[in-house]
């Protein structure tokens, strides 16, 4: 059974950076697609960052392009977000997913069935 779970979420000022890590047991992250996304309150979850099953192809959303980097690390089962330069809109409930989406749908939430409990990012003053 595929178990995700989400980490490294925390209370940030603007300008400032977060690690997310989401750690995978029962099944090897380089077997899927890992997606992060995120859903703030009264809105609907959006794709953040992908990165396809065979690690080759990055996706970003445009409102994170060139602040966030998605990594994933072997030899820990574990896919990470770094995340620079926040702002308050990035203030969200942010989930990892795992599945085998088509590489033009990884980073579209539909496309999963396995997710994390998420873990909260404020960034606020």
């Known amino acids: 059974q595929l178990h995700l779970v989400e980490s490294g979420g925390g209370l940030v000022q603007p300008g400032g950076s977060l690690r997310l890590s989401c750690a995978a047991s029962g099944f090897f992250v380089n077997d899927y697609a890992i997606g992060w996304f995120r859903q703030a309150p009264g809105t609907e979850r959006e794709g953040v960052s992908c990165i396809s099953v065979s690690g080759n192809t990055k996706k970003y959303s445009h409102f994170v392009k060139g602040r966030f980097t998605i990594d994933r690390d072997s030899a820990e089962n574990k896919v990470y977000l770094q995340m620079n330069n926040l702002e308050p809109e990035d203030t969200a409930v942010y989930y990892c997913?795992?599945?085998?989406?088509?590489?033009?749908?990884?980073?579209?939430?539909?496309?999963?069935?396995?997710w994390g409990q998420g873990t909260q990012v404020t960034v606020s003053s």
């Open positions: 997913a795992a599945d085998v989406p088509t590489v033009q749908s990884m980073c579209d939430p539909s496309a999963y069935d396995n």
